[in-house]
């Protein structure tokens, strides 16, 4: 039956919003409102492009990917199902990008570090529909009569060039694309619950400074309201964004995590975590200093919702990683998560009939 009516979700596009532009070097939020009146959002494809102004007095160094250290953090929401992606840096996304979509972001960028306007450029695709959950439909966004907003905060000259000494050094253009893939629901066919999405996905980040050299620094997840699909770890710099390689956490670190104080996975050691991270997903070279601790399906086996991490309880509750730490100058842990939410809000579902929203919320709640 499920089957059956998804089939009925058809005639697959895009569509894209105005894009925005900014002119100065300075950190920056921008807004971006979508049209409402569409159905089901499969994913966000973020493009990010622009061009530096150069007149040098000695040259400095190019910092690869500086494109996506630029792009500071990103926020999306709808006024019907809250936020979706939540205080995601641009670095984090990338990789996230590559676990989940099987394939490295693409980005350029800029052609030289002299005098002159290099251009730089960078995309990536965020799914709605997780593509390693065995129903990604379960987490289509539906969209119709909602109002969907991107937030997104840019950085300054020094992502993109280290050092030099430049006369004239400005960000003269800065615009964000970004492009909906959209699946439609067939005119003229009745929407069936088998149709209806009753969870959204999430993705979030945690920034958590260490200031101490500690064994077992806990660090507290949130609990109650969601379903982890995956759960990975970076050490960063929290001045120059920098990933930092395994400075933070040691190779022989330990680290483990538990739910309501019992473990969910034993003590391993953080070398283990990134080696099994490069056999599940198929990285040779691994981002300095990342793993994933937790990973329910990849995209060669798909898992079901009662195969992850399920913290949806009315109960008080906790989730705590603890990890071995060690205090570097600027040093932090960065814990990204991922997963699915059920749907609380009558609002989500409030343009259908009564009694398929009635029949929907019996199902989340």
Known sequence: MALKAFRRLVDNRVFSAAAITITQPAIQTNNQGYPAGEEFFQGLSLRLYGSLNLTTSSAGTTLAGGVFRFLRNVYFET???????NNVDGLSLVRLHRLLNGTEAAYSDIS?????????TGSLFLPFAIPSSLRPEDSHLYMKSARGKLTWQGGVFTDFISGGTYSDKDITSISMQQVASVKAHENGSPLLRADMPVYKPFYELKKVPVTATTSGQKIELPYGDRIYMGIAISQ???????????????RTANIRLEKNNMARINTIHWGDVQDETKRIFGIEALPAGWGVILSCGDLHKPAQISEMLDTVDTAQGTLNLFVDTTAVSNGDVWVLTWGFMPIKSTAAFADLPADLQADLMKTVG
């Open 236 to 250: 960063r710099n929290n001045s120059t964004l920098a990933e930092l390689d395994n400075t933070v956490i040691g």
């Open 79 to 85: 006024d019907k199902h809250g936020p979706i992606v």
């Open 112 to 120: 030289a570090n002299t005098t002159g306007t290099p251009a730089f």
